[in-house]
Protein backbone atom coordinates (compact mmCIF):
# COMPACT_ATOMS: atom_id res chain seq x y z
CA UNK A 1 0.00 0.00 0.00
CA UNK A 2 1.31 3.52 -0.73
CA UNK A 3 0.74 6.71 -2.12
CA UNK A 4 0.98 8.17 -5.47
CA UNK A 5 1.44 11.93 -7.08
CA UNK A 6 2.37 13.10 -10.63
CA UNK A 7 2.15 16.25 -12.15
CA UNK A 8 2.01 16.96 -16.24
CA UNK A 9 2.99 20.63 -17.66
CA UNK A 10 0.31 20.39 -20.89
CA UNK A 11 2.80 23.48 -22.31
CA UNK A 12 5.94 20.77 -21.69
CA UNK A 13 7.38 23.33 -19.46
CA UNK A 14 9.82 21.11 -17.21
CA UNK A 15 8.36 19.64 -13.96
CA UNK A 16 9.87 20.82 -11.22
CA UNK A 17 11.84 17.73 -8.37
CA UNK A 18 10.71 20.17 -5.67
CA UNK A 19 7.09 20.30 -6.69
CA UNK A 20 7.13 16.33 -7.01
CA UNK A 21 8.75 16.22 -3.62
CA UNK A 22 6.02 18.69 -2.18
CA UNK A 23 3.28 16.52 -3.21
CA UNK A 24 4.50 12.99 -2.16
CA UNK A 25 5.17 14.82 1.00
CA UNK A 26 1.45 15.77 1.19
CA UNK A 27 1.05 12.00 1.43
CA UNK A 28 3.80 10.80 3.48
CA UNK A 29 1.74 9.23 5.92
CA UNK A 30 0.29 6.34 2.87
CA UNK A 31 4.15 5.25 2.74
CA UNK A 32 6.69 5.58 5.36
CA UNK A 33 9.25 3.19 4.13
CA UNK A 34 10.66 4.84 0.67
CA UNK A 35 10.20 7.59 -1.18
CA UNK A 36 10.75 8.04 -4.95
CA UNK A 37 10.61 10.61 -7.90
CA UNK A 38 10.51 10.18 -11.58
CA UNK A 39 11.04 13.23 -13.71
CA UNK A 40 11.55 13.91 -17.50
CA UNK A 41 10.82 17.25 -18.95
CA UNK A 42 7.15 17.95 -18.65
CA UNK A 43 6.04 14.75 -17.01
CA UNK A 44 6.44 14.03 -13.03
CA UNK A 45 5.87 10.92 -11.09
CA UNK A 46 6.52 10.37 -7.09
CA UNK A 47 5.75 7.66 -4.91
CA UNK A 48 5.50 6.92 -1.27
CA UNK A 49 6.10 3.34 -0.06
CA UNK A 50 4.60 1.08 2.75
CA UNK A 51 6.29 -2.02 2.26
CA UNK A 52 4.17 -5.20 2.51
CA UNK A 53 5.40 -7.94 -0.61
CA UNK A 54 9.42 -8.34 -0.95
CA UNK A 55 10.67 -5.55 1.49
CA UNK A 56 14.05 -5.10 -0.39
CA UNK A 57 15.10 -2.08 -2.96
CA UNK A 58 13.62 -4.41 -5.13
CA UNK A 59 10.07 -2.65 -5.05
CA UNK A 60 11.46 0.84 -4.89
CA UNK A 61 8.93 2.86 -7.47
CA UNK A 62 8.01 4.92 -9.60
CA UNK A 63 9.04 1.23 -11.37
CA UNK A 64 10.38 1.31 -15.08
CA UNK A 65 9.76 -1.39 -17.75
CA UNK A 66 12.70 -3.66 -18.56
CA UNK A 67 12.78 -2.55 -21.89
CA UNK A 68 12.57 1.51 -20.20
CA UNK A 69 9.17 2.65 -22.26
CA UNK A 70 7.10 2.18 -19.63
CA UNK A 71 7.00 4.01 -15.73
CA UNK A 72 4.83 2.86 -13.17
CA UNK A 73 3.42 4.65 -9.85
CA UNK A 74 1.14 2.09 -8.16
CA UNK A 75 -1.06 1.81 -4.78
CA UNK A 76 -2.48 -1.35 -3.79
CA UNK A 77 -2.16 -4.74 -3.81
CA UNK A 78 -2.90 -7.85 -6.55
CA UNK A 79 -3.82 -11.12 -4.88
CA UNK A 80 -3.39 -12.90 -7.80
CA UNK A 81 0.24 -11.89 -8.47
CA UNK A 82 1.36 -15.21 -8.66
CA UNK A 83 -0.44 -16.06 -11.21
CA UNK A 84 -0.22 -13.72 -13.40
CA UNK A 85 3.30 -13.67 -12.79
CA UNK A 86 3.80 -17.37 -13.95
CA UNK A 87 1.70 -16.17 -17.36
CA UNK A 88 3.98 -13.26 -17.81
CA UNK A 89 7.14 -15.56 -17.34
CA UNK A 90 5.61 -18.14 -20.27
CA UNK A 91 5.34 -15.18 -22.68
CA UNK A 92 9.16 -14.27 -21.84
CA UNK A 93 9.18 -11.62 -19.23
CA UNK A 94 11.64 -11.45 -16.71
CA UNK A 95 11.48 -9.85 -12.75
CA UNK A 96 13.85 -8.14 -10.71
CA UNK A 97 11.68 -8.70 -7.52
CA UNK A 98 9.01 -10.39 -5.94
CA UNK A 99 6.53 -7.62 -5.94
CA UNK A 100 2.77 -7.50 -7.17
CA UNK A 101 3.64 -3.93 -8.35
CA UNK A 102 6.40 -5.59 -11.06
CA UNK A 103 3.52 -7.65 -11.75
CA UNK A 104 0.84 -4.85 -12.62
CA UNK A 105 4.19 -3.17 -14.79
CA UNK A 106 4.58 -6.18 -16.97
CA UNK A 107 0.79 -6.80 -16.93
CA UNK A 108 0.06 -3.74 -18.78
CA UNK A 109 3.00 -3.69 -21.03
CA UNK A 110 1.65 -7.02 -22.27
CA UNK A 111 -2.16 -7.04 -22.16
CA UNK A 112 -2.73 -3.26 -21.85
CA UNK A 113 -5.96 -2.33 -20.34
CA UNK A 114 -7.48 -5.20 -20.92
CA UNK A 115 -5.27 -6.55 -17.82
CA UNK A 116 -7.41 -4.64 -15.69
CA UNK A 117 -10.13 -7.56 -15.76
CA UNK A 118 -7.53 -10.27 -14.72
CA UNK A 119 -6.60 -7.95 -11.43
CA UNK A 120 -8.10 -9.68 -8.49
CA UNK A 121 -6.95 -6.82 -5.90
CA UNK A 122 -7.25 -3.10 -4.74
CA UNK A 123 -5.18 -0.67 -6.48
CA UNK A 124 -5.01 2.51 -8.18
CA UNK A 125 -2.13 3.51 -10.15
CA UNK A 126 -0.41 5.70 -13.07
CA UNK A 127 1.44 4.50 -16.11
CA UNK A 128 3.36 6.73 -18.24
CA UNK A 129 4.16 5.41 -21.64
CA UNK A 130 7.31 7.24 -22.90
CA UNK A 131 6.70 5.96 -26.79
CA UNK A 132 3.85 7.05 -27.00
CA UNK A 133 3.46 10.02 -24.73
CA UNK A 134 0.30 8.41 -23.14
CA UNK A 135 -0.56 8.39 -19.37
CA UNK A 136 -2.93 5.53 -18.08
CA UNK A 137 -4.93 6.48 -14.81
CA UNK A 138 -6.78 3.53 -13.38
CA UNK A 139 -8.91 2.31 -10.12
CA UNK A 140 -10.35 -1.06 -9.16
CA UNK A 141 -13.32 -2.36 -9.54
CA UNK A 142 -14.63 -1.47 -6.31
CA UNK A 143 -13.28 1.88 -5.66
CA UNK A 144 -11.15 0.54 -2.52
CA UNK A 145 -8.24 2.89 -3.82
CA UNK A 146 -8.76 6.13 -4.14
CA UNK A 147 -7.28 8.81 -7.08
CA UNK A 148 -7.90 12.17 -7.59
CA UNK A 149 -7.37 14.03 -10.67
CA UNK A 150 -7.40 17.69 -11.18
CA UNK A 151 -6.93 20.03 -14.51
CA UNK A 152 -5.71 24.03 -13.89
CA UNK A 153 -4.28 26.18 -15.65
CA UNK A 154 -1.92 24.36 -18.03
CA UNK A 155 -1.31 21.70 -15.95
CA UNK A 156 -2.95 18.24 -14.82
CA UNK A 157 -2.50 16.86 -11.27
CA UNK A 158 -3.08 13.65 -10.25
CA UNK A 159 -2.90 12.19 -6.65
CA UNK A 160 -3.92 9.49 -4.13
CA UNK A 161 -5.33 12.02 -1.92
CA UNK A 162 -6.60 15.88 -2.54
CA UNK A 163 -3.76 17.04 -0.35
CA UNK A 164 -1.16 15.99 -3.21
CA UNK A 165 -2.83 18.13 -5.41
CA UNK A 166 -3.17 20.85 -3.37
CA UNK A 167 0.35 21.21 -2.25
CA UNK A 168 0.98 22.34 -5.89
CA UNK A 169 2.34 25.67 -5.48
CA UNK A 170 -0.21 28.09 -7.15
CA UNK A 171 -3.16 25.82 -6.92
CA UNK A 172 -6.23 27.54 -5.19
CA UNK A 173 -8.43 25.78 -3.52
CA UNK A 174 -12.30 26.85 -3.24
CA UNK A 175 -15.26 24.96 -1.76
CA UNK A 176 -17.33 23.27 -4.65
CA UNK A 177 -20.28 24.49 -3.68
CA UNK A 178 -22.61 22.21 -5.86
CA UNK A 179 -21.06 19.04 -3.80
CA UNK A 180 -22.14 20.49 -0.55
CA UNK A 181 -25.64 20.15 -1.58
CA UNK A 182 -25.24 16.93 -3.10
CA UNK A 183 -23.26 16.10 0.54
CA UNK A 184 -26.32 17.49 2.73
CA UNK A 185 -28.66 15.43 1.00
CA UNK A 186 -27.39 12.07 1.05
CA UNK A 187 -24.38 12.36 3.60
CA UNK A 188 -22.14 11.22 0.54
CA UNK A 189 -21.46 12.65 -2.70
CA UNK A 190 -22.25 10.61 -5.25
CA UNK A 191 -20.72 12.12 -8.52
CA UNK A 192 -16.89 12.22 -9.05
CA UNK A 193 -17.09 15.61 -7.55
CA UNK A 194 -15.34 16.51 -3.82
CA UNK A 195 -15.77 19.27 -1.73
CA UNK A 196 -12.92 20.65 -3.83
CA UNK A 197 -13.72 22.92 -7.06
CA UNK A 198 -12.02 21.23 -9.78
CA UNK A 199 -10.94 18.26 -8.42
CA UNK A 200 -12.72 14.85 -9.32
CA UNK A 201 -12.42 11.57 -7.78
CA UNK A 202 -11.74 8.78 -10.91
CA UNK A 203 -14.91 6.86 -10.55
CA UNK A 204 -14.51 3.49 -9.43
CA UNK A 205 -14.09 0.47 -12.34
CA UNK A 206 -12.92 3.45 -14.69
CA UNK A 207 -9.07 3.84 -16.20
CA UNK A 208 -8.69 7.36 -17.94
CA UNK A 209 -6.40 8.43 -20.48
CA UNK A 210 -4.64 11.84 -21.33
CA UNK A 211 -2.73 11.39 -24.89
CA UNK A 212 0.20 14.12 -24.76
CA UNK A 213 0.79 13.66 -28.51
CA UNK A 214 -2.47 15.71 -29.43
CA UNK A 215 -2.54 18.98 -30.09
CA UNK A 216 -5.23 19.47 -26.96
CA UNK A 217 -4.87 16.84 -24.54
CA UNK A 218 -8.20 15.54 -22.84
CA UNK A 219 -8.45 13.33 -20.11
CA UNK A 220 -11.28 10.79 -21.46
CA UNK A 221 -12.86 8.36 -19.11
CA UNK A 222 -13.69 4.26 -19.53
CA UNK A 223 -15.61 2.18 -17.86
CA UNK A 224 -14.26 -1.25 -17.58
CA UNK A 225 -16.38 -2.90 -15.15
CA UNK A 226 -19.47 -2.19 -13.24
CA UNK A 227 -22.10 -4.35 -10.18
CA UNK A 228 -24.48 -6.30 -12.25
CA UNK A 229 -27.21 -8.02 -9.90
CA UNK A 230 -29.35 -9.93 -11.67
CA UNK A 231 -31.46 -13.20 -10.84
CA UNK A 232 -30.17 -16.10 -12.36
CA UNK A 233 -31.51 -17.69 -15.11
CA UNK A 234 -30.71 -21.38 -15.03
CA UNK A 235 -30.67 -21.28 -10.60
CA UNK A 236 -28.99 -23.75 -8.95
CA UNK A 237 -30.10 -25.89 -5.50
CA UNK A 238 -30.18 -23.83 -2.21
CA UNK A 239 -27.79 -26.33 -1.21
CA UNK A 240 -25.17 -25.83 -4.26
CA UNK A 241 -25.00 -22.52 -3.47
CA UNK A 242 -24.14 -22.73 0.25
CA UNK A 243 -21.90 -24.84 -0.84
CA UNK A 244 -20.47 -22.47 -3.19
CA UNK A 245 -20.62 -19.55 -1.05
CA UNK A 246 -18.50 -22.09 1.80
CA UNK A 247 -15.83 -22.61 -0.83
CA UNK A 248 -15.49 -18.61 -2.13
CA UNK A 249 -15.27 -17.45 1.46
CA UNK A 250 -12.30 -19.64 2.25
CA UNK A 251 -10.77 -18.75 -0.62
CA UNK A 252 -10.90 -15.29 -0.90
CA UNK A 253 -9.69 -15.16 2.89
CA UNK A 254 -6.84 -17.27 2.23
CA UNK A 255 -6.27 -15.21 -0.82
CA UNK A 256 -5.58 -12.01 1.21
CA UNK A 257 -3.31 -13.40 3.51
CA UNK A 258 -0.23 -13.37 1.63
CA UNK A 259 2.50 -11.02 3.15
CA UNK A 260 5.93 -10.20 3.71
CA UNK A 261 4.57 -8.50 7.54
CA UNK A 262 2.26 -8.64 10.53
CA UNK A 263 -0.85 -8.99 9.71
CA UNK A 264 -4.33 -8.92 12.14
CA UNK A 265 -8.02 -9.10 11.80
CA UNK A 266 -10.65 -5.92 13.25
CA UNK A 267 -13.28 -7.84 15.38
CA UNK A 268 -16.55 -6.45 16.01
CA UNK A 269 -18.54 -8.81 17.12
CA UNK A 270 -20.61 -9.13 14.51
CA UNK A 271 -20.76 -11.88 12.20
CA UNK A 272 -18.78 -10.49 8.85
CA UNK A 273 -15.23 -9.56 10.82
CA UNK A 274 -15.81 -12.86 12.73
CA UNK A 275 -16.08 -15.02 9.60
CA UNK A 276 -12.78 -13.34 8.20
CA UNK A 277 -11.14 -14.17 11.92
CA UNK A 278 -12.49 -17.65 12.13
CA UNK A 279 -10.66 -18.31 8.80
CA UNK A 280 -7.47 -16.71 8.44
CA UNK A 281 -7.01 -17.99 12.42
CA UNK A 282 -6.38 -21.14 10.95
CA UNK A 283 -3.39 -20.13 9.23
CA UNK A 284 -2.15 -17.41 11.96
CA UNK A 285 -1.92 -18.78 15.17
CA UNK A 286 -2.33 -16.34 17.67
CA UNK A 287 -3.72 -13.62 15.30
CA UNK A 288 -3.92 -10.64 16.35
CA UNK A 289 -7.77 -8.77 16.62
CA UNK A 290 -8.99 -5.55 17.40
CA UNK A 291 -12.06 -3.72 18.97
CA UNK A 292 -13.25 -0.52 19.36
CA UNK A 293 -16.04 -0.13 22.49
CA UNK A 294 -17.91 2.69 23.90
CA UNK A 295 -18.16 3.60 27.47
CA UNK A 296 -22.16 3.80 27.85
CA UNK A 297 -22.37 5.20 30.75
CA UNK A 298 -24.35 7.99 29.62
CA UNK A 299 -26.04 6.31 27.00
CA UNK A 300 -29.31 5.17 26.45
CA UNK A 301 -32.36 3.67 24.46
CA UNK A 302 -31.20 1.33 21.40
CA UNK A 303 -27.55 2.75 21.87
CA UNK A 304 -26.88 0.44 25.20
CA UNK A 305 -26.28 -2.25 22.56
CA UNK A 306 -23.77 -0.24 20.80
CA UNK A 307 -20.83 -1.63 22.64
CA UNK A 308 -19.77 -4.97 20.92
CA UNK A 309 -16.74 -5.98 23.44
CA UNK A 310 -17.97 -8.84 24.99
CA UNK A 311 -18.84 -10.55 22.11
CA UNK A 312 -15.58 -9.85 20.76
CA UNK A 313 -13.57 -11.51 23.27
CA UNK A 314 -15.86 -14.29 23.46
CA UNK A 315 -15.40 -14.92 19.71
CA UNK A 316 -11.61 -14.00 20.42
CA UNK A 317 -11.38 -16.52 22.84
CA UNK A 318 -13.11 -19.01 21.23
CA UNK A 319 -10.51 -18.33 18.02
CA UNK A 320 -7.82 -17.82 20.39
CA UNK A 321 -6.88 -15.00 19.12
CA UNK A 322 -4.15 -12.11 20.62
CA UNK A 323 -7.16 -9.21 21.20
CA UNK A 324 -6.68 -6.01 21.63
CA UNK A 325 -9.06 -3.34 22.52
CA UNK A 326 -9.95 0.18 23.10
CA UNK A 327 -12.67 1.97 24.96
CA UNK A 328 -13.98 5.50 23.35
CA UNK A 329 -15.88 8.04 25.56
CA UNK A 330 -17.39 11.22 24.34
CA UNK A 331 -14.45 13.82 24.60
CA UNK A 332 -12.27 11.10 22.40
CA UNK A 333 -14.26 12.26 19.31
CA UNK A 334 -13.53 16.38 19.89
CA UNK A 335 -9.57 14.98 20.62
CA UNK A 336 -9.27 13.72 17.33
CA UNK A 337 -11.65 15.64 14.93
CA UNK A 338 -8.74 17.50 13.52
CA UNK A 339 -6.25 14.95 12.57
CA UNK A 340 -9.62 12.81 11.25
CA UNK A 341 -10.60 15.82 9.21
CA UNK A 342 -6.50 16.51 8.01
CA UNK A 343 -6.94 12.99 6.71
CA UNK A 344 -10.62 12.14 5.86
CA UNK A 345 -9.83 15.87 3.35
CA UNK A 346 -14.27 16.04 3.33
CA UNK A 347 -16.84 14.50 4.78
CA UNK A 348 -18.14 11.14 3.87
CA UNK A 349 -20.44 8.59 4.96
CA UNK A 350 -21.06 7.98 8.54
CA UNK A 351 -19.45 8.76 11.88
CA UNK A 352 -16.14 7.64 11.07
CA UNK A 353 -14.26 8.69 13.97
CA UNK A 354 -14.39 5.10 15.40
CA UNK A 355 -12.92 3.51 12.82
CA UNK A 356 -9.55 6.11 12.96
CA UNK A 357 -9.36 4.88 16.51
CA UNK A 358 -9.69 1.15 15.34
CA UNK A 359 -7.05 1.86 12.63
CA UNK A 360 -4.69 3.75 15.09
CA UNK A 361 -5.20 0.88 17.45
CA UNK A 362 -4.29 -1.94 15.07
CA UNK A 363 -1.48 0.31 13.52
CA UNK A 364 0.45 -0.21 16.94
CA UNK A 365 0.45 -3.71 16.41
CA UNK A 366 0.31 -4.80 12.42
CA UNK A 367 1.02 -3.46 9.36
CA UNK A 368 -1.94 -4.82 7.36
CA UNK A 369 -5.46 -5.68 8.70
CA UNK A 370 -8.59 -7.67 7.57
CA UNK A 371 -11.64 -5.56 7.76
CA UNK A 372 -15.63 -6.84 7.02
CA UNK A 373 -16.58 -4.25 4.78
CA UNK A 374 -19.01 -5.34 1.53
CA UNK A 375 -20.56 -8.08 2.89
CA UNK A 376 -23.97 -6.11 4.33
CA UNK A 377 -23.65 -4.33 0.73
CA UNK A 378 -23.47 -7.94 -1.05
CA UNK A 379 -25.45 -10.12 0.69
CA UNK A 380 -28.84 -7.74 1.52
CA UNK A 381 -27.90 -6.95 5.30
CA UNK A 382 -30.08 -3.64 4.70
CA UNK A 383 -33.56 -5.00 4.27
CA UNK A 384 -34.91 -2.27 6.23
CA UNK A 385 -34.04 0.30 3.50
CA UNK A 386 -35.11 -2.14 0.44
CA UNK A 387 -39.01 -2.55 1.32
CA UNK A 388 -39.13 0.98 1.20
CA UNK A 389 -39.21 0.44 -2.45
CA UNK A 390 -39.94 -3.51 -3.20
CA UNK A 391 -43.35 -2.91 -4.54
CA UNK A 392 -43.66 0.19 -7.34
CA UNK A 393 -45.94 1.50 -9.95
CA UNK A 394 -42.45 1.78 -12.81
CA UNK A 395 -38.98 2.77 -12.39
CA UNK A 396 -39.65 6.59 -11.39
CA UNK A 397 -41.56 5.72 -8.88
CA UNK A 398 -39.06 3.00 -7.49
CA UNK A 399 -36.86 6.29 -7.38
CA UNK A 400 -39.12 8.29 -5.77
CA UNK A 401 -39.38 6.14 -2.48
CA UNK A 402 -35.38 5.39 -2.40
CA UNK A 403 -34.35 8.80 -3.12
CA UNK A 404 -37.17 10.20 -0.22
CA UNK A 405 -35.07 7.24 2.28
CA UNK A 406 -32.05 9.06 1.43
CA UNK A 407 -32.74 12.45 2.26
CA UNK A 408 -29.68 11.42 5.05
CA UNK A 409 -29.28 14.98 6.63
CA UNK A 410 -32.11 17.00 5.38
CA UNK A 411 -35.12 16.99 3.21
CA UNK A 412 -35.42 19.16 -0.24
CA UNK A 413 -38.16 20.85 1.71
CA UNK A 414 -35.39 22.17 3.81
CA UNK A 415 -32.21 22.36 1.58
CA UNK A 416 -33.32 25.96 -0.14
CA UNK A 417 -33.76 27.29 3.40
CA UNK A 418 -29.76 25.63 4.66
CA UNK A 419 -28.18 26.97 1.66
CA UNK A 420 -29.81 30.49 1.53
CA UNK A 421 -26.73 32.41 1.47
CA UNK A 422 -25.73 30.34 -1.39
CA UNK A 423 -29.00 29.31 -3.08
CA UNK A 424 -28.45 31.46 -6.14
CA UNK A 425 -25.25 29.36 -6.82
CA UNK A 426 -26.32 26.36 -6.19
CA UNK A 427 -30.75 26.38 -7.31
CA UNK A 428 -30.23 24.55 -10.48
CA UNK A 429 -28.76 21.07 -8.51
CA UNK A 430 -31.70 18.41 -8.68
CA UNK A 431 -30.80 16.04 -6.19
CA UNK A 432 -32.93 13.28 -7.18
CA UNK A 433 -31.66 13.70 -11.13
CA UNK A 434 -28.11 12.79 -9.00
CA UNK A 435 -29.67 9.95 -7.40
CA UNK A 436 -31.67 9.05 -10.31
CA UNK A 437 -28.32 8.88 -12.34
CA UNK A 438 -26.17 6.08 -10.36
CA UNK A 439 -28.63 3.96 -12.49
CA UNK A 440 -27.69 5.53 -15.94
CA UNK A 441 -25.61 2.49 -16.66
CA UNK A 442 -27.45 -0.24 -14.89
CA UNK A 443 -29.86 -1.99 -17.56
CA UNK A 444 -32.44 -4.49 -16.79
CA UNK A 445 -36.57 -4.75 -16.91
CA UNK A 446 -37.87 -3.85 -13.90
CA UNK A 447 -40.49 -6.69 -13.62
CA UNK A 448 -40.54 -8.21 -10.40
CA UNK A 449 -40.15 -7.29 -6.49
CA UNK A 450 -36.32 -9.33 -7.22
CA UNK A 451 -35.15 -7.00 -9.98
CA UNK A 452 -36.11 -3.85 -7.64
CA UNK A 453 -33.84 -5.37 -4.64
CA UNK A 454 -31.39 -6.06 -7.05
CA UNK A 455 -31.64 -2.02 -8.18
CA UNK A 456 -31.20 -1.05 -4.53
CA UNK A 457 -28.20 -3.67 -3.87
CA UNK A 458 -26.35 -1.73 -7.68
CA UNK A 459 -27.23 1.37 -5.62
CA UNK A 460 -25.55 0.83 -2.27
CA UNK A 461 -22.66 -0.99 -4.07
CA UNK A 462 -22.26 2.22 -6.21
CA UNK A 463 -23.02 4.73 -3.70
CA UNK A 464 -22.98 3.56 0.44
CA UNK A 465 -20.40 0.97 -0.18
CA UNK A 466 -18.13 3.16 -2.33
CA UNK A 467 -18.03 5.99 0.37
CA UNK A 468 -17.20 3.62 2.91
CA UNK A 469 -14.39 2.34 1.01
CA UNK A 470 -13.07 5.96 0.94
CA UNK A 471 -13.14 6.52 4.46
CA UNK A 472 -11.50 2.95 5.43
CA UNK A 473 -8.73 3.81 2.90
CA UNK A 474 -8.13 7.06 4.41
CA UNK A 475 -8.16 6.47 8.26
CA UNK A 476 -6.46 3.09 7.87
CA UNK A 477 -3.49 5.16 5.74
CA UNK A 478 -3.94 7.81 8.15
CA UNK A 479 -1.75 5.50 10.31
CA UNK A 480 0.20 3.71 7.78
CA UNK A 481 -1.95 0.97 8.24
CA UNK A 482 -2.89 -1.16 5.05
CA UNK A 483 -6.82 -2.65 5.33
CA UNK A 484 -7.78 -5.34 3.05
CA UNK A 485 -11.95 -6.15 2.07
CA UNK A 486 -11.84 -10.18 1.88
CA UNK A 487 -15.55 -9.75 0.76
CA UNK A 488 -14.65 -7.46 -2.29
CA UNK A 489 -13.12 -10.64 -3.99
CA UNK A 490 -13.30 -10.53 -7.72
CA UNK A 491 -14.61 -14.69 -7.74
CA UNK A 492 -16.90 -13.89 -4.48
CA UNK A 493 -18.30 -10.78 -5.99
CA UNK A 494 -19.04 -12.14 -8.75
CA UNK A 495 -21.35 -15.05 -6.73
CA UNK A 496 -23.31 -12.53 -5.15
CA UNK A 497 -24.85 -10.64 -7.84
CA UNK A 498 -25.97 -14.13 -9.42
CA UNK A 499 -26.99 -14.91 -5.99
CA UNK A 500 -31.09 -15.46 -5.94
CA UNK A 501 -32.83 -13.01 -3.76
CA UNK A 502 -34.38 -15.16 -2.01
CA UNK A 503 -31.40 -16.82 -0.59
CA UNK A 504 -30.32 -13.39 1.00
CA UNK A 505 -33.94 -11.91 2.14
CA UNK A 506 -36.10 -14.15 3.85
CA UNK A 507 -39.48 -11.60 4.48
CA UNK A 508 -39.53 -10.37 1.15
CA UNK A 509 -42.78 -12.15 0.09
CA UNK A 510 -43.82 -11.42 3.44
CA UNK A 511 -43.38 -8.08 2.48
CA UNK A 512 -44.44 -8.19 -1.07
CA UNK A 513 -48.27 -9.17 0.21
CA UNK A 514 -48.39 -6.16 2.95
CA UNK A 515 -50.55 -3.60 1.25
CA UNK A 516 -48.17 -0.43 0.77
CA UNK A 517 -50.61 1.62 1.97
CA UNK A 518 -51.17 0.15 5.03
CA UNK A 519 -49.02 1.65 7.43
CA UNK A 520 -49.78 -0.17 10.56
CA UNK A 521 -47.51 -2.00 12.89
CA UNK A 522 -47.28 -5.32 10.37
CA UNK A 523 -45.39 -3.13 7.66
CA UNK A 524 -43.96 -1.05 9.84
CA UNK A 525 -41.56 -3.43 11.48
CA UNK A 526 -39.92 -4.79 8.36
CA UNK A 527 -38.71 -0.55 8.09
CA UNK A 528 -36.76 -1.56 11.24
CA UNK A 529 -33.73 -3.24 11.92
CA UNK A 530 -34.69 -6.81 12.10
CA UNK A 531 -32.78 -10.19 11.77
CA UNK A 532 -33.77 -10.86 8.19
CA UNK A 533 -30.68 -9.73 5.36
CA UNK A 534 -27.55 -11.67 4.59
CA UNK A 535 -29.27 -15.06 5.14
CA UNK A 536 -27.03 -17.48 3.45
CA UNK A 537 -24.16 -15.15 4.67
CA UNK A 538 -25.77 -16.50 7.90
CA UNK A 539 -26.40 -20.20 7.37
CA UNK A 540 -22.89 -20.68 5.89
CA UNK A 541 -21.55 -18.46 8.82
CA UNK A 542 -22.39 -20.55 11.30
CA UNK A 543 -20.07 -22.99 10.53
CA UNK A 544 -17.40 -20.65 12.06
CA UNK A 545 -18.84 -18.52 14.19
CA UNK A 546 -21.58 -19.10 17.14
CA UNK A 547 -25.06 -19.14 16.46
CA UNK A 548 -25.88 -16.55 18.55
CA UNK A 549 -23.58 -14.14 15.90
CA UNK A 550 -25.04 -15.23 12.68
CA UNK A 551 -28.43 -15.33 14.02
CA UNK A 552 -28.09 -11.94 15.72
CA UNK A 553 -29.97 -8.14 15.11
CA UNK A 554 -27.73 -6.36 12.02
CA UNK A 555 -25.69 -3.51 14.02
CA UNK A 556 -23.31 -0.90 12.71
CA UNK A 557 -19.86 0.16 14.24
CA UNK A 558 -21.55 3.40 16.05
CA UNK A 559 -20.66 5.74 18.60
CA UNK A 560 -23.70 6.61 20.94
CA UNK A 561 -23.71 10.24 19.66
CA UNK A 562 -27.18 11.09 19.62
CA UNK A 563 -26.67 10.84 23.48
CA UNK A 564 -23.59 12.45 23.29
CA UNK A 565 -24.25 15.38 21.22
CA UNK A 566 -27.23 16.54 23.96
CA UNK A 567 -25.29 15.21 26.87
CA UNK A 568 -21.30 14.86 27.73
CA UNK A 569 -20.42 16.46 24.15
CA UNK A 570 -23.41 19.29 23.89
CA UNK A 571 -20.66 21.67 24.88
CA UNK A 572 -18.40 21.15 22.39
CA UNK A 573 -21.27 21.39 19.65
CA UNK A 574 -22.64 24.41 20.90
CA UNK A 575 -19.13 25.93 21.12
CA UNK A 576 -18.30 24.90 17.68
CA UNK A 577 -21.23 25.43 15.47
CA UNK A 578 -22.35 28.36 17.22
CA UNK A 579 -19.47 30.47 17.74
CA UNK A 580 -19.86 33.65 16.16
CA UNK A 581 -17.14 33.30 13.44
CA UNK A 582 -18.35 29.16 12.61
CA UNK A 583 -16.78 28.82 8.66
CA UNK A 584 -19.66 27.20 7.43
CA UNK A 585 -22.45 29.80 7.56
CA UNK A 586 -20.31 30.92 4.71
CA UNK A 587 -22.48 28.62 3.17
CA UNK A 588 -25.02 27.84 5.51
CA UNK A 589 -27.83 29.36 7.36
CA UNK A 590 -27.52 30.63 10.88
CA UNK A 591 -30.86 30.05 12.45
CA UNK A 592 -31.65 27.44 10.26
CA UNK A 593 -28.98 25.53 11.94
CA UNK A 594 -29.55 26.59 15.37
CA UNK A 595 -33.32 25.28 14.78
CA UNK A 596 -31.69 21.84 13.62
CA UNK A 597 -29.46 21.77 16.94
CA UNK A 598 -32.18 22.11 18.83
CA UNK A 599 -34.81 19.88 17.33
CA UNK A 600 -31.25 17.14 18.80
CA UNK A 601 -31.36 19.31 22.09
CA UNK A 602 -34.60 18.94 23.46
CA UNK A 603 -35.43 15.13 21.66
CA UNK A 604 -37.37 16.00 19.16
CA UNK A 605 -35.42 14.13 16.57
CA UNK A 606 -32.68 12.64 16.14
CA UNK A 607 -30.19 14.71 14.16
CA UNK A 608 -26.61 13.28 15.42
CA UNK A 609 -25.23 12.02 11.71
CA UNK A 610 -26.36 15.99 10.93
CA UNK A 611 -24.00 17.28 13.87
CA UNK A 612 -21.68 14.81 12.95
CA UNK A 613 -21.38 16.63 9.30
CA UNK A 614 -21.38 19.72 10.94
CA UNK A 615 -18.69 19.61 12.79
CA UNK A 616 -16.79 17.50 10.10
CA UNK A 617 -17.22 20.25 7.54
CA UNK A 618 -16.47 23.13 10.21
CA UNK A 619 -12.62 21.41 11.03
CA UNK A 620 -12.14 20.86 7.06
CA UNK A 621 -12.84 24.60 6.66
CA UNK A 622 -10.88 25.34 9.32
CA UNK A 623 -7.95 23.34 8.27
CA UNK A 624 -8.31 24.83 4.74
Known sequence: MCGIAGLIDLRNGAVSPAVIQRMTDAVAHRGPDGEGQWIEGNVGLGHRRLAIIDLSPAGHQPMVSADHRYVLSYNGEVYNFRELRAELEALGYWFRSQTDSEVVLNALAAWGTEALGRFNGMFAFAL????????????????????????????????????????????????????????????????????????????????????????????????????????????????????????????????????????????????????????????????????CGFDLSSASGIELAFDERSKAEAMSYHFKTEHYEMVLKAGDMERCLPRLAYHLEEPRVGQSYPNFYAAQLASKFVKVVLSGAGGDELFGGYPWRYYRAVVNDGFEDYVDKYYAFWQRLV?????????????????????????????????????????????????????????????????????????????????????????????????????????????????????????????ILRDVMARFIPEEVTRAEKQGFSAPDSSWFKGDSIDFVRRTLLERNARIYEFLDRETVRGLLDQHFEGKRNRRLLIWSLLNLEQVLVNG
Not at 245 to 272: C, H, I, K, P
Not at 420 to 425: F, G, K, T, V, Y
Open 411 to 535: SNSELKQLFAPIWSDVSDVWTRDIFRGVFDHHEGALATPETYINHSLYFECKTFLHGLLVVEDKLSMAHSLESRVPFLDNDLVDFAMRCPVHLKLNNLAEVIRVNENDLDDKQDRFFKKTKDGKQ
Open 128 to 291: WDRRDKMLLLARDRYGIKPLYTCRFGDRFAFGSEQKAITAIPGFSSRPDKRALLEYFTFQNIFTDRTLIEGIELLPAGHYATLDLSSSAPQLKRHQYWDFDFREPEHPASDEEYREELDRLFRQAVNRQLVTDVELGSYLSGGMDSGSITAVAAQSFPYLKTFT
